[in-house]
Nanobody
């Protein structure tokens, strides 16, 4: 069973919106911190947003005010609502579950492509 499965990517015009989803197993979702990362072509993977098991949220400066991370515990699903999208948001977006205490310490999804046209 794949631990994390993302969906919701696609092609959108600049200024548009997309909502990404990441479904996790109940065990992972209930005890791990969760985050979204992205990797643009030719660039390193970068952190986008995180949501701790205690429901604290943090965002990269580049997406603050435009992206919202949230979770639905009943569905074991993590979301990333992306608004006011820019061409520089184009990347493969990955979901990550991580912990400083547990083993394995992290899980990654397979990624979903987001392309923003100008």
């Amino acid at each position: 069973q794949v631990p994390l499965v993302e969906s919701g990517g696609g092609l959108v015009q600049a200024g548009g919106s997309l909502k990404l989803s990441c479904v996790a197993s109940r065990t992972i979702f209930s005890i791990y911190n969760m985050g979204w990362y992205r990797q643009a072509p030719g660039k390193q993977r970068e952190w986008v947003a995180s949501l701790t098991s205690g429901d604290s949220t943090n965002y990269a400066d580049s997406v603050k005010g435009r992206f919202t991370i949230s979770r639905d515990n009943a569905k074991n699903t993590l979301y990333l609502q992306m608004s006011s999208l820019k061409p520089e948001d184009t990347a493969v977006y990955y979901c990550r579950a991580y912990s400083h205490r547990l083993v394995p310490s992290e899980y990654w999804g397979q990624g979903t492509q987001v392309t923003v046209s100008s």
